[in-house]
């Protein structure tokens, strides 16, 4: 494998792993946008754009995106989170100039006014649709509680007020500000040669207009809180529990996301063996997520509401030894296998790479081989791990809860 790099005249950023042993190639577009860089009056745009961007442009209509990319039989997608929005394909190599070609007009698309009013329907349905789904409900709300007053609680989905309210000028000047050369990273992996892939990029993005898109980066300082949504229907209680953790450019990160393993993994974890393999509980699970300047813990509970009482305290007790003990050699040498593991099997296909490769450089503007990040992950060691509950311990401050109970206050003692 070999890395390469270059920057068009108006500011793309291209990077690509090509590699000579495999059959297909990966590219994909991540735009440095999402929730967190939207104001309360077009929350929702990012993903809402998202959608409409494979409406297509003069050229192209939507039934010509999804049928082309059909016929040359690429799997593609888009994702939008708090912080990008990615579109990506991957193909077989010979097909990759048509696939570049759609991939590069998705991000410059007519946003046309009859398209916008239609999709709107669309996005409200799904926003209704996610409001069914108690364990979503209980992260958008985990999120916007914990992040309280910070860019990053914004709700990626916004609501059925922001998106009903929303306009496609506010859509188009949102486009502009933020769908921009020096805003855009263009990642490709896989059997290709790179001058292919900087001739692609002059052709069809070399026109696109630069810009500048700043983004507040303070680390979040969550004041934490306690917050239910009463839903006699459901027959299960979910709850979020956040604390802050690391961030992406934080260097502790290895370490959290092993850590997350030994305590949370939905096999094989301290929660699993002793919650939901007894059959305590459905679901209990610690994760890590960083993010561009902070970063947090995420537990998750999901069980019969009256055990959510002892279940919390059982959750808790296994943060409080962590946090003062630590975690056994065994342990730490089972999640460490565990990750590299993950790495590995991701490493084999070049959608894997593509994710690793863009995300590694719109953060931290790094490049890292699967050798780097498998060694980062073997030197994770018990001082590591103490080194970083010194400065971010599984203290969850935030809790949220959806599901039958009316009163969380005698399971929860908020900070």
Known sequence: MQFHRHRLANGLQIIAETNPRVHSVAVGFFVKTGSRDETLEVSGVSHFLEHMAFKGDERFSADDVNRILDEVGARYNASTSEELTLFYAAVIPEYLDKTFELLAALMMPSLRSEDFDLEKQVILEEIGMYEDLPGFQAYDMGMAQHFAGHPLGQSILGSKESIQALTVEQMRE????????????????????????????????????QGEASRDCTEASPQGGLKLLTREANHQQHLMQLGPAPSAQSSMRFAAEVLAVVVGDDSGSR????????????????????????????????????????????????????????????????????????IVLAAERPMGRLSSLGGNWVYREVYSTVADDLAAIRAVDAEQIRQLLMTYPLRLVTTVGVGPLESLEAAVSVD
Request: hydrophobic share 40%.
């Open 174 to 209: 949102y486009h502009t500000r933020r769908y921009h050369a020096q805003n855009i990273t263009l990642a490709v992996a896989g059997q290709v040669e790179f001058a292919d892939v900087v001739r692609l990029a002059e052709t069809w993005c070399g026109s696109w207009r």
């Open 271 to 342: 929660l699993f063996w002793d919650l939901v393999d007894p059959g305590d509980a459905e679901s209990a699970e610690l994760s890590f997520h960083d993010y561009d300047g902070s970063g947090c813990w995420s537990a998750y509970l999901c069980c019969l509401p009256g055990q959510v009482p002892e279940n919390l305290a059982r959750m808790h007790r296994i943060f409080d030894e962590i946090n003062a003990n630590g975690v056994s050699e065994a342990e730490l040498e089972r999640a460490k296998n565990k990750t590299l593991s993950r």
